[in-house]
């Protein structure tokens, strides 16, 4: 349940913790004397202790506040409650105010993102709104020092690198606007010195429950394993991840400079003479660049394997030249190919073609099972395969087991996972057997029901490889 905290009423904070945040502001030159500021505020501790904070502020650097909350609609009456909170703070301390709500339901269920994107998104467009509409270049935001230290575990297993690894900046472009600033003041304040201040002030503020929930990644973070590792590791994780992560945002922007600057040179070294870190991270800004999350696998792939394309999305495979370039291509809408041909596996061996592919396949005698290391072959038990077999393309409903799969797959998830483009997958070519299953399919492992074992008599040694 959503609970009140405290009254609401002009709040007086703590004079050494309101001289540390003023501190920070002032080396980092986050805000200019005279400057008007957007304060984004949601009701709950970090962000009214960061308005009551500028606000006291504001009488020695003369700085012009607005108060600017946006209502989710994720939590019904709690959610308006928060609104009420702040837009009557906002009148207390006779500060403008300016309020949006949206679906956020409705927009993750539209773009097929989590609550927690779709929200976030929504914030930053209203705020880039109302700063522009109010022309203020800056808004500022409540994110502290626990909030980075969350961030770094959340990125790390979810996979990340140096850029990554760097965390949320004291001021940076906002993403639905890169013309307004997003400035953060209290980076460098733990979540629990924000609770001593507020409670020394009476800060009016508002917990919302779903903060607790377990279902949600951040929040196991925060409620189970930071406790756990400051319990037996008692390391100050809100000074030294922080300081971790400015050590690798520094060395990752100096990388990405080192990327651009290639990026943008008539004249430059070969792509594949520049340092790893650097190559990869001339991939991902060109990921960026054509609005595309640059996951490792994808950026490995692209690295390591020019000319081979790669699915980004429903509509687009992405694949880079020897170069360096990234090339985007759309994918063509084509159907399921019925072409098939039925082949009869006598006379010990032969060859034949179709679909582009070449095949070859050798009837052998053998004692026992067998793997070999040669490239595109495999050794199929002949007597379960049979003699004839049906060739054909990837087809719907088709299922696959593959070597060391306790069960068949829907061949379609197979092609998925492998990273095969959608418009590939129409062009793999599928054996079966006469009735009808599966026991090689153009890219993926051997089938596991068709496999060699100590009790073979004859294998059927299949090569194959792509024409052109």
Not at 4 to 14: D, E, F, H, I, K
Not at 46 to 75: G, P, Y
Request: positive net charge.
């Amino acid at each position: 349940m959503d609970r009140l905290q405290v009254s609401g009423r002009p709040a007086t904070l703590p004079i050494r913790w309101i001289r540390a945040v003023e501190q920070a502001i002032v080396e980092r030159k986050l805000f200019r004397d005279g400057q008007t500021i957007l304060v984004a505020v949601s009701g709950g501790l970090d962000s009214m202790t960061l308005l009551h904070a500028l606000r006291e502020l504001s009488r020695i650097h003369r700085w012009k506040l607005t108060v600017a909350h946006f209502n989710h609609q994720l939590r019904g009456r709690a959610a308006d409650a928060d609104e009420r909170l702040v837009r009557n703070t906002a009148r207390a301390l006779n500060l403008p105010f300016v309020g949006g709500r949206g679906d956020v339901r409705a927009a993750a269920r539209r773009e097929g993102i989590s609550l927690e994107m779709a929200g976030r998104d929504l914030r930053h467009r209203f705020l880039a709104r109302a700063a522009r509409a109010r022309r203020i270049g800056v808004i500022a935001l409540a994110h502290h020092a626990d909030d980075q230290v969350e961030l770094f575990f959340l990125r790390l297993f979810r996979g990340t690198g140096g850029q990554g690894l760097s965390g949320m900046k004291w001021s940076s472009p906002s993403p639905a606007d890169p013309t307004v600033l997003l400035v953060r003041p209290l980076l460098a304040q733990s979540r629990a010195a924000l609770r001593q201040a507020a409670g020394a002030a009476a800060v009016s503020f508002r917990e919302d429950a779903t903060n607790a929930q377990f279902d949600m990644e951040r929040n196991r973070i925060r409620h189970t394993l930071i406790p756990m590792l400051r319990k037996y590791f008692p390391a100050r994780l809100t000074e030294t991840v922080p300081r971790l992560m400015e050590l690798a945002g520094a060395e990752a922007d100096a990388v990405a400079s080192l990327a651009a600057k290639w990026l943008k040179a008539r004249r430059r070294p070969k792509f594949s003479q520049l340092p790893v870190a650097v190559q990869r991270s001339v991939i991902q800004l060109q990921l960026f660049a054509i609005k595309h999350t640059p996951a490792f696998d994808l950026v490995e792939h692209l690295r390591a394997r020019p000319g081979e394309p790669l699915a980004l999305d429903a509509g687009r495979t992405v694949s880079r030249n020897p170069a360096g370039t990234l090339h985007t291509r759309g994918i063509e809408q084509i159907g399921f190919n019925p072409a098939r041909r039925a082949v009869l596996l006598t006379g010990g061996k032969g060859e034949l073609r179709i679909g582009g592919l070449a095949l070859c396949w050798q009837i052998e005698r053998t004692t026992g099972a067998g793997f070999t290391k040669e490239p595109n072959v495999e050794y199929f038990d002949a007597d379960k395969v049979g003699s004839r077999i049906c060739l054909r393309h990837w087809q719907a409903g088709d299922r696959f087991q593959p070597i060391g799969v306790a069960s068949p797959r829907k061949l379609q998830d197979l092609l998925t996972n492998a990273k095969v483009p959608r418009g590939e997958r129409h062009r793999r070519i599928v054996a079966a057997t006469i009735g009808g299953e599966p026991f090689w399919v153009e890219g993926l492992r051997m089938a596991e029901p068709f496999k060699l074992e100590p009790a073979t008599v004859r294998r059927l040694k299949w090569h194959w490889r792509r024409e052109g």
